[in-house]
């Protein structure tokens, strides 16, 4: 079943059918103010932290409420809905409506009874507050009357836990009072006689608003019970049936802010009306309504900046391709997920609370790389920023805070750092992240000096780039197994996977070969011999035993128990038969080319499914070692076979590197949302953002996605399309072209920005091969295999390229 389209022109989702099968969101704003909400205009708001600086109250994993309501009432019928089409829910047989997300907007416009609304959600660039903009039209031929209510729920405290559990604090800090077109919720406004930078308890007054531009507020209420009525929930509250709000506050109550005006509309007239949520103190809550009072169409001016900022960052790289899903994904939506995966880590979402204060170490280095081809500036700030978070002795911190100090902070040798944050040791692979990610900036941009730039550890001293990827090998080095590969420590990348302390990792052993490789070409930049000879020998060393000891006939293991178990060996009952190592030993190239062929075939015969690859098979249940975490999920859930997707991008770069572009293309599109827009009934989630893990063959539920958007998924499937099937493949010089695509396809276009210069790239394919290069031509010359070098970049570079 499909509940809307795609709109590639204006890169909008449109739905048209309000009942999706599960709430359908869009991000607005930045951390500095961050707002989620939903098709149905559920969500919260926050400032700077989904977990300390909640604004706007949500209750998970129910209906999707409360949000953003805005209601409308015929003061003559007495009728009244929403201009979502929940939380009132009208018949939508008399009720039409759509839902347009977009980049940083939604738009939701809905016809009933002769009445069209037009209601737009944004938060305009560089501020911190959002905006819900509406316009409504009488299409109807008589003078229509309309009572026009908007509706934030305030959260009593700022911190989401203390709101929603310790109730005996959170409901006596809290009152609201009305002021001219703006109703102000005070929290802890019994210190209002302590000055700004006074705190008792580590705390002072903050306040937030709803406020109301462009028309008069007729009627007000600051009390949740007070709107809604005892026994009546948001779909019928009280104060919108009765046609006026109680004109009253809340003391020691539930909060919130509603705004009533009265619409008097004649046939064909147009009205709007504009309400603004913030976190502001009651001065800077006037000026900001002002200056919406003051300003004609400042909403859609502020949109227009809100499209060219987020287009001009897309527009750094769009494909034409025969397949309409791979362009949208590429295109706009898979794009658009990676930034906000970038900028939210995995703060908040619908699935997130935001309780997890501070950035994943190896969550936030994988996701730059996904942005680094679209905005390497913004992408090299947060390297240096994760680089700052390295400690001395080469590993990552689990956890960075939001308040992060380099320099200055504890690690997990100290007791405080674990106390603070609940992260008891280091991770065996965050540090190796580091090197695909610096490697990937530095070849978008030929910025080399940056291995130079001066960075400093977390916890003392400093060191430049280059100083900082060795130390990260090194402690790999100095944590290895009695095998002789990197020990599991806490956890790799499969935190579900615990092979102890002193138990090794295939996955890991592989990421610390392919860093060595990475760092090798930096020291041979740097004409560092010594350290050439150095690397080269450790690499030997370690390939040698990841083939003596992982290789298993068709598959290579997933590791060793820090007791010896070998875990993912061909005869065991259950996972036997593991994905990431299949794909990553392609990726760092400790498999040769015919193993490579062997173990994606493995991979395709025992672990595909028309939804992608599962994780691992058999799932765990009755011989899971206790390490084996995974167990605790249903069977064909999460890492217990499930079809966990960000390994999905990986198999479509492995299988890219192997020069199999149909099988690459089958594993996108089995995984892609746009894929599955007709069947969004079985996947559940947005078809426009991928989920962290879609329910494998072992679920009666196979084929249901879950945990959207904040997901590393969006950075791997785009890697593995721009560099796998696409073949964009930069390095110090200049750019290699080597599409691996399905062979079907006879022509593609790419337009990219590259190092000053916009390329655009014309792949022709008469011989329908996967893979090859047959000439290149690059401004009107034909040149030498498939290598673009910098010296032949124009303002406007003009390649063609023929596959054979």
């Not at 929403?82 to 939604?106: F, I, M, N, R």
């Not at 790389?369 to 689990?398: C, T, W, Y």
């Not at 610096?438 to 030929?446: F, L, N």
Request: include cysteine.
């Amino acid at each position: 079943m499909r509940y809307g389209y795609f709109d590639n022109e204006k890169r909008e989702y449109v739905i048209t059918r309000p009942d999706t099968p599960a709430p359908w969101v869009n991000y607005l704003g930045s951390p500095e103010y961050g707002a989620i909400i939903s098709n149905n205009a559920g969500g919260y708001s926050f400032e700077k932290s989904g977990a300390n600086g909640r604004i706007l109250r949500y209750v998970f994993n129910q209906f999707d409420e409360p949000g953003r309501y805005i209601y409308i009432r015929d003061n003559d019928s007495k009728d009244y809905w929403s201009a979502s089409w929940q939380p009132v829910g009208k018949d939508l047989d008399e009720y039409k409506s759509e839902c347009h997300h977009g980049t940083a907007y939604t738009r939701m416009i809905a016809k009933y009874s002769g009445i069209s609304s037009e209601a737009l959600y944004y938060v305009p660039l560089d501020k911190s507050y959002e905006v819900w903009d509406l316009k409504v039209t009488n299409n109807s031929e008589k003078n229509r009357k309309l009572n026009i209510t908007g509706y934030a729920e305030f959260t009593n405290n700022c911190n989401y836990e203390q709101d929603q559990v310790n109730l005996q604090y959170s409901q006596f800090i809290t009152s609201t009072h009305f002021s001219q077109n703006r109703v102000m919720h005070h929290v802890h406004g019994n210190l209002d006689a302590l000055k700004e930078d006074e705190y008792i308890d580590n705390k002072n007054v903050s306040m937030r608003f709803l406020g109301m531009a462009g028309q008069k507020v007729s009627s007000w209420c600051g009390s949740k019970e007070g709107f809604l009525g005892r026994y009546h929930d948001y779909s019928n509250p009280i104060g919108v049936i009765n046609g006026s709000l109680d004109n009253k506050g809340n003391y020691n109550e539930n909060g919130c802010g509603a705004l009533t005006t009265l619409l008097e509309l004649a046939p064909g007239e147009t009205k709007e009306v504009i309400f603004i949520v913030g976190m502001k103190y009651d001065d800077e809550a006037a000026k900001i309504i002002a200056r919406y009072d003051e300003n004609e169409n400042l909403c859609e001016k502020e949109l227009v900046e809100l499209k060219k900022f987020w287009h001009g960052k897309l527009e750094k790289f769009q494909v034409k391709t025969p397949s309409e899903e791979f362009n949208t994904m590429i295109n706009t939506w898979n794009a658009y997920n990676c930034f906000m995966t970038f900028i939210w880590s995995r703060a908040a979402s619908f699935t997130y609370c935001g309780l997890r204060n501070g950035y994943g170490y190896r969550d936030t280095v994988q996701d730059i790389q996904g942005i680094i081809h679209l905005a390497p500036e913004m992408a090299v700030e947060k390297i240096r920023f994760m680089l700052s978070a390295q400690v001395d002795n080469g590993g990552g911190l689990p956890l960075v805070k939001f308040t992060h100090n380099p320099g200055h902070e504890d690690t997990p040798d100290d007791t405080s750092y674990v106390q603070e944050t609940g992260h008891p040791a280091y991770r065996a692979d965050d540090a190796l992240w580091l090197f695909p990610t610096v490697y990937k900036y530095i070849s978008e941009t030929g910025n080399m000096e940056f291995l130079d730039e001066v960075i400093p550890f977390a916890n003392k001293d400093e060191a430049t780039v280059y100083e900082h990827l060795q130390r990260a090998v090194k402690f790999s080095a100095e944590h290895l197994g009695k095998h002789g590969m990197p020990a599991g420590l806490y956890a790799d990348w499969n935190d579900c996977l615990r092979l102890g302390k002193d138990g090794e990792s295939s996955f890991v052993a592989m990421q610390y070969y392919y860093a060595m490789t990475i760092l090798r070409k930096f020291a041979e930049y740097k004409n560092d011999d010594n350290y050439v000879k150095q690397l080269d020998k450790q690499q030997e060393e370690l390939g040698k035993i990841i083939q003596k000891i992982c290789y298993d006939e068709d598959r290579f293991i997933r590791g060793f128990t820090e007791e010896g178990n070998v875990i993912g060996k061909r005869t065991d009952a259950e996972a036997n038969m593991w994905l990431n190592p299949q794909s990553w030993a392609v990726i760092s190239k400790v498999a040769d080319e015919e193993q490579g062929e062997v173990i994606m075939n493995s991979v395709y015969d025992r672990l595909n499914t028309e939804y992608g690859a599962i994780l691992m098979d058999p799932p765990y249940h009755a011989e899971a070692f206790p390490g084996a975490l995974a167990v605790i999920y249903n069977a064909g859930t999460k890492e217990n076979s499930g079809i966990f997707s960000q390994s999905q991008g990986w198999l479509i770069l492995a299988e890219a590197l192997l020069k199999h572009g149909d099988r690459a293309f089958e594993y996108f599109m089995e995984n892609s949302p746009a894929a599955q827009n007709d069947r969004a009934e079985t996947r559940v989630l947005e078809p426009y953002c991928y989920g962290q893990f879609t329910e494998g063959k072992a679920s009666p539920n196979f084929g249901r996605s879950h945990v959207h958007w904040l997901t590393g998924t969006a950075s791997t499937v785009m890697v593995g399309c721009v560099e796998g099937i696409l073949g964009m493949r930069p390095d110090f010089r200049g750019l290699h072209i080597e599409p691996s695509i399905p062979e079907k396809w006879e022509k593609f276009e790419i337009t990219k920005s590259f190092r000053g210069s916009r390329l655009h790239i014309v792949v022709k394919n008469p011989g329908h091969v996967q893979s090859g290069c047959k000439k290149m031509i690059v401004n009107g010359k034909e040149v030498e295999g498939n290598y673009v070098t910098e010296d032949m970049l124009t303002e406007n570079t003009e390649i063609e390229l023929y596959m054979s």
